[in-house]
Antibody, heavy 120, light 107 residues
Framework: QVQLQESGPGLVKPSQTLSLTCTVSGDSISSGSYYWTWIRQPAGKGLEWIGRIYTSGSTDYSSSLRSRVTVSADTSKNQFSLRLSSVTAADTAVYYC????????????WGQGTLVTVSS | DIQMTQSPSSLSASVGDRVTITCQAS??????LNWYQQKPGKAPKLLIY???SLETGVPSRFSGSGSGTHFTFTISSLQPEDTATYYCQHYRNLPITFGQGTRLEIK
């Protein structure tokens, strides 16, 4: 079955760039039926959609994060990545990667999530 | 941005109870709505898509309805394993947004 796994540093200093990678198994990120997305969740709070990348390489981002976020993909490794610049404590959260269905944005499956703490 | 407002924010019910959660969209989203279940320390799980379609493998006690701006999510007979937080999510346009969540506990 399709599985996603997030990886990256669990601690990032303020003003630096958060970088995470999602490795996909059981499906190709080049599959045209889906897109690949990042979602985050601060502790004890709700879910916030961050952005997505299509197989074409086109991207969409949350309006509130657009100036700081980049989602990219490496099809040779079947991975996609998140970069969030100029982080502050407000960016501390569990970050999830997920597969989204084109046109209907059903997020399934999800990675297990990875906690990123922004602190000096 | 479309705002999704869930109610209640939390509730407690007994095993076997019928439980209903509502989700109100700030503008018409047709049926472009999904429901997720999130258990503590776990990623969300898709339960309902397109407002009322049951995801494969999800028990039939879960159901969804609604269109436009008003949606409901129902558990027909609450089971102990249904303890979780439930989220609605629209995909009518960007940005995709979620409701704030409804925490469901078993009495």
């Amino acid at each position: 079955q399709v599985q996603l796994q997030e990886s990256g540093p669990g601690l990032v200093k303020p003003s630096q760039t958060l970088s995470l990678t999602c490795t996909v198994s059981g499906d190709s990120i080049s599959s045209g039926s889906y897109y690949w997305t990042w979602i985050r969740q601060p502790a004890g709070k709700g879910l916030e959609w961050i952005g997505r990348i299509y197989t074409s390489g086109s991207t969409d981002y949350s309006s509130s994060l657009r100036s700081r976020v980049t989602v990219s993909a490496d099809t040779s490794k079947n991975q996609f990545s998140l970069r969030l610049s100029s982080v502050t404590a407000a960016d501390t959260a569990v970050y999830y990667c997920a597969r989204g269905t084109r046109g209907r944005s059903q997020f399934d499956p999800w990675g297990q999530g990875t906690l990123v703490t922004v602190s000096s | 941005d479309i705002q999704m407002t869930q109610s209640p924010s939390s509730l407690s019910a007994s095993v076997g109870d019928r439980v209903t959660i509502t989700c109100q969209a700030s503008q018409d989203i047709s049926k472009d709505l999904n429901w997720y279940q999130q258990k503590p320390g776990k990623a969300p799980k898709l339960l309902i898509y397109d407002a009322s379609s049951l995801e494969t493998g999800v028990p039939s006690r879960f159901s969804g309805s609604g269109s436009g701006t008003h949606f409901t999510f129902t558990i027909s007979s609450l089971q102990p394993e249904d303890t979780a937080t439930y989220y609605c999510q629209h995909y009518r346009n960007l940005p995709i947004t979620f409701g704030q969540g409804t925490r469901l506990e078993i009495k």
